[in-house]
């Protein structure tokens, strides 16, 4: 079971006919913290690929939804 969050951005990717999503908590293994600061100095370059970019500015935690 994901976070509401999650699953909802799941849900627009979706809609809108998206085939890949980006989720830093999913796809960046938190628990390495060397790969976890690769991967963080490489966002600029993964966001820049992306179509969209999904951000929930107000809310409580992962669990709380879009």
Do not use: F
Request: one cysteine or more; proline letters at 2%.
């Amino acid at each position: 079971s994901l976070p509401k969050t999650i699953e909802d951005a799941i849900i627009v990717c979706k809609r809108v006919g998206a085939r890949y999503i980006w989720i830093d908590s999913l796809c960046i293994d938190q628990s390495n913290v060397a790969d976890k600061l690769n991967q963080v100095k490489l966002m600029d370059r993964i966001y820049q690929g992306a179509a969209a970019t999904i951000v929930v500015l107000d809310s409580v935690n992962a669990h709380s939804g879009i």
